[in-house]
């Protein structure tokens, strides 16, 4: 049985409605990877994040701060907003060139709730399924506008997508998406699930809202 939320189910059936590594460098560098990584780990559990409004820069996918007046955001802190804008943008993001690629990694960052919704939303039995709603060659593009904290562990996201259809207009609306996280040990079964989460991130509440048209 299905259980997707009536965002998720209002968001398809809106869009049907509209119409429609690398590889390691050597055992040094790994192992340096591994300490520094363990290192971070042990930072990020005692660091206080605080809440910083900020956008993403199209080129180097940091954050980048939206007023003068807040002082530059340390490491672990551009880390933690990273990673929480590129979980969004993946869990958002449709495109048949890479769905099961990035579905596979949104589950390894997924945990609780937040897994349980996505894996009910790509479920075949779901009418409501992505694949039913949209076709080959549609496309919905995410954007990343803006990021804050609610607190150390919730964060809210405001985001633009866009369904692209060949050969008719573009059609874009904004949302805020509320998401619980944290940093979790993990075990991994290669050295490129290590590479993408090796830190541990981890989101467990997953819920997203509809501003309206843009």
Known sequence: MSH????????FLGARRDAF???????????????????WALILPL???????????????????????????????AMAFR?????????????????NERLKSVLRRSDELAETSYRDLWDGSNDNHP???YTPKTKVQTEILGVSLVNDET????????LVIPNQPIASARYVVT????????????????????????????????MGDI
């Not at 939320?5 to 968001?11: A, F, P």
């Not at 390691?24 to 290192?39: D, E, I, N, R, T």
């Not at 990673?83 to 769905?99: F, I, L």
């Open 131 to 133: 694949d039913e709603i």
């Open 83 to 99: 990673e929480v804008a590129n979980y969004v943008q993946d869990r958002e993001t449709y495109d048949v060139q890479d769905n």
């Open 155 to 162: 964060v809210q996201v405001e985001i633009r997508k866009s």
């Open 179 to 210: 998401v619980t996280y944290g940093f979790e040990e993990k075990i991994v079964t290669s050295m490129d699930e290590l590479l993408e989460n090796p830190f541990g991130f981890t989101v467990t509440n997953y819920r997203v809202d509809a």
């Open 4 to 11: 997707v939320t009536d965002h998720e189910k209002e968001l």
């Open 47 to 77: 660091k206080e994040i605080r809440a910083v409004p900020f956008s993403i820069d199209p080129d180097s996918k940091l954050p980048v701060l939206l007023t003068e007046k807040v002082q530059e955001l340390e490491p672990s802190e």
């Open 21 to 39: 590594k690398w590889q390691v460098f050597g055992a040094v560098g790994m192992a340096m990877g591994v300490a520094s990584m363990v290192g």
